[in-house]
């Protein structure tokens, strides 16, 4: 399994790029989709002797409700099985990997190098950003949305790099890193995010890593930490202003303070005012509101909405694409409208229940002295900043996103339920002590 991973991890953040380059073939991205079936036969085989005994019953509950939403929507919309098996694939494709950690219990030899292999992807970004972003000057385009790393996607970069300095933050917190290191690494990870002029990053990485400061830190080193975090934000801040506006002044005439302050500036770049079928750039708050509205014309699409596929483009071929796609997909362009438009109201406060889960259980395994109580601290801080990128961007689109989201988050909700099997107590926020001293209840055998 750890191979498995490992080959996952290196296809969903690199063959994209390097299919684009003409150095790998193009469909051996799907590689992280076999890698996914892999897991699922095996998560199939070990589950059934453990019964999922590390698998919370609270998610159940909340993948059946998935499961639910996913039949209605499909029986009231008559969807037509092309668009369903598209839409299938898509949402279901990540899901072995949130439950392959429950039924193999990853050493902590093997999450470290999990952790190393996506600190080098990282640092990797760095100088490939760097050099898309002089070439893109160069052949005079100056936007900043052709600097997209490995990842394909300027903004999917942002939010990959903002998620990694959450978990940065997480292992200085517990003292497994040095504070010139962490420095260091957070600079290197924040370039990137700063010459791809994406705007989200000014939102995203505050909440991010202040999530962290805020769930990690020890009652005694809050207020040190706080003070930490604030400064670092401050810091990165100034970086982000500094380079944003050397470009955005040569285009505009005005930089990011003016934007936001502008009269009408931000309220227009958020709610474009776009009608159904357009092919124009839509808002992200008229894409959100359209959606809501266009849904909320029959109940039992407002609840179920238009069925899973129904507003999806596939490459499978035009018999795979979704009978809405061309009317709107201009306002599928956040995760929460195209959750609305495909599942509608009840499927998106079953994601949204799913996320407040893995939350929830990133605080209580952060108690925790092992290197995953670590990797949870940095967790929560994920889970702020990728639930805060549902309203900002179409996540579901990236496969690096995906797929190592659920990985990790099954890592840590799994490993929440074995210290619950040894009756480690996470209730308390003195609770450390505890998770070494506690003999084990009982133990599964696990493949």
């Not at 080959?7 to 380059?21: D, K, M, N, P, S």
């Not at 039949?71 to 949402?91: E, H, M, V």
């Not at 930490?225 to 100034?238: E, K, M, P, V």
């Not at 259980?361 to 702020?384: H, K, P, R």
Request: glycine share 10%; charged share 15%; with cysteine.
């Amino acid at each position: 399994m750890q191979k498995l991973i490992t080959l996952l991890i290196v296809v969903a953040t690199t063959f994209e790029y390097l299919g684009q380059h003409g150095w790998m073939p193009k469909p051996a991205i799907y590689l992280q989709e076999i890698s996914s079936l892999i897991a699922a036969s095996y998560v199939v085989i070990a589950g059934g002797r453990t019964r999922f005994a590390y698998v919370r019953p609270a998610y159940w509950f909340a993948f059946g409700l998935v499961a639910i939403v996913i039949a209605f929507g499909a029986i009231s919309n008559q969807l037509a099985p092309g668009p369903l098996f598209a839409g299938l694939r898509t949402f279901l494709r990540p899901m072995p990997l949130f439950l392959l950690p429950a039924v193999f219990e990853f050493s902590e030899r093997n999450v470290r190098a999990q952790l190393l292999l996506l600190l080098g992807i990282c640092l990797l970004q760095f100088p490939v950003s760097l050099y898309q972003h002089v070439t893109t000057i160069t052949a005079t385009y100056i936007s900043g949305d052709r600097t997209i790393g490995t990842l394909g996607n300027s903004a999917f970069l942002s939010i990959f790099l903002i998620c990694a300095m959450c978990v940065l933050a997480g292992f200085y917190i517990r003292k497994r890193m040095s504070l010139k290191l962490f420095a260091l690494l957070f600079v290197i990870m924040l370039i990137p995010t700063t010459i791809n002029e994406t705007k989200g990053t000014l939102f995203l990485l505050p909440f991010g890593v202040l999530a962290t400061f805020i769930v990690g830190s020890p009652r005694g080193a809050r207020f040190r930490n706080g003070a930490l975090s604030i400064l670092l934000l401050a810091g990165a801040g100034f970086i982000f202003v500094t380079i944003y506006d050397s470009y955005m002044t040569k285009r505009y005439g005005y930089g990011i303070v003016e934007f936001f302050m502008m009269p009408g500036r931000l309220e227009g770049y958020l709610d474009k005012n776009r009608d159904v079928g357009t092919i124009q750039s839509v808002g992200r708050v008229d894409g959100m509101q359209t959606s809501l509205a266009f849904i909320a014309q029959d109940p039992a699409q407002l609840t179920f909405g238009l069925g899973v596929g129904s507003v999806s483009d596939s490459a499978l071929g035009p018999q795979y694409q979704g009978h809405y796609f061309h009317l709107l997909k201009a306002f599928a362009s956040t995760t929460v409208s195209f959750l609305l438009l495909e599942m509608g109201v009840l499927g998106l406060l079953a994601v949204l229940y799913i996320y407040w889960l893995i939350f929830r259980d990133s605080q209580l395994v952060a108690g925790d002295e092992s290197l995953i109580g670590s990797l949870a601290v940095g967790w929560t801080g994920v889970m702020a900043t990728m639930g805060l990128a549902l309203f900002y961007k179409q996540v579901i689109e990236s496969g690096a996103l995906t797929f190592l989201f659920w990985y990790f988050s099954g890592l840590v909700a799994a490993h929440r339920m074995r210290l619950d099997f040894k009756n480690v107590p996470l209730a308390s926020k003195n609770r450390r002590d505890a998770a070494h001293e506690t003999p084990p209840r009982r133990t599964l055998a696990v493949s």
